[in-house]
């Protein structure tokens, strides 16, 4: 059984770990955490593809890193959903979501504040991987109650169907490994 899987992306090489999702799948473990160069150029890169924007969203926590960056880099103010509702949050917009590497639904939160830097703005969805969609459909939800624009949906990699979506941008292919 295969337990690495050799990731070339943005002109880069990573190795990511193989890892049990049910008796029938393993994904390839992607986490910018911690990797500033891949972090860097995967932002670089996918800021190529993708349209102006006003503003970035992404989901915490994974997505925050290449969020953070490409918003440093285009100068435009990102906003990040949240996993649980903080205190200091008011006005709440929320939406329920089933993520591939998450064993429970989870909500997202944005705080009333952050949703307002959203009305009327051109927004891109950001995110590290997409796979399922669940997490991106999430977001937009978010993004349409708060009523802004998404001008694109984008994520460093799109892992097994994802990849033949034509509605999202993305620098490369993860594939699923079946058993």
């Known amino acids: 059984m295969m337990d690495k899987y050799k990731l070339k992306v943005a002109g880069l090489e990573r190795e990511l770990k193989i890892c049990p999702i049910n008796d029938k799948l393993d994904i390839a473990a992607f986490i910018m955490f911690s990797d500033v160069e891949l972090t860097v150029r995967c932002a670089q890169e996918l800021i190529k593809k993708c349209p102006e924007c006003d503003v970035i969203i992404t989901a915490e926590s994974k997505g925050i890193p290449l969020a953070y960056e490409m918003a440093r880099e285009l100068k435009v103010p990102y906003v990040v959903a949240r996993k649980s509702q903080k205190l200091y949050m008011t006005d709440v917009v929320s939406v329920e979501v089933k993520s591939i590497t ?33 997490s991106l459909n999430a977001l937009i939800k978010l993004t349409e109650s708060a009523k802004g624009c998404i001008v694109g949906k984008s994520a460093v990699l799109a892992e097994g169907d994802a990849a033949e979506r034509d509605d999202i941008i993305f620098l490369e292919k993860l594939p699923l490994f079946f058993k």
């Open 102 to 134: 998450t064993a429970s639904t989870q909500t997202l939160y944005l705080d009333g504040e952050k949703a307002d830097m959203l009305n009327g703005k051109k927004v891109l969805i950001v995110d590290d991987v997409i796979s399922t969609g669940e």
